[in-house]
């Protein structure tokens, strides 16, 4: 059975939780990664650099914890919980192009502890709902 729901071209993991924003956690490991979805990363094309925070870093729910710029535009990811980060993926500082290729496996961007509930996240059916309506 696959890990994925399928929205046309784009892939959902049924086992992360998403924000309107369209970033996902996974909420399950321990500590929890944290990255963009698929959806988000084909709208901003090619990535091409990223900015990570650093590690010890606190952040609340919906500030600002990296940066990625694309062929296209300049986007930031948004904390999807109140969040410490206890790890980065530097691999994207030399190889950005994997939030591109793998944005649910080799492309995730941070790990964090995560200081607060989840409530507000949507389950990977919800978020597939959502995204059908943009």
């Known amino acids: 059975m696959s890990s994925y729901i399928k929205i046309g071209e784009i892939l959902i ?20 990664r944290i990255g963009i979805t698929d959806y988000a990363q084909r709208n901003l094309h090619d990535i091409v650099y990223i ?3 650093k590690i010890g870093e606190l952040f609340n729910k919906g500030s600002t914890i990296c940066t990625l710029e694309s062929i296209k535009a300049v986007a930031e990811v948004f904390a999807p919980v ?3 980060i206890v790890e980065v993926n530097s691999n994207l500082i030399e190889h950005p192009e994997l939030v591109n290729k793998d944005p649910y ?6 790990k964090v502890e995560v200081k607060n509930d989840i409530k507000d996240l949507m389950n ?8 059908k309506k943009l």
């Open 51 to 53: 900015e990570l925070p």
């Open 105 to 110: 496996g080799d492309g995730w961007l941070v």
């Open 82 to 84: 109140d969040c410490k």
């Open 13 to 32: 993991h049924k086992e992360f939780l998403y924000s309107k924003t369209h970033e996902w956690i996974a909420i399950n490991e321990k500590p929890s």
């Open 124 to 131: 990977a059916e919800t978020y597939a709902e959502f995204i």
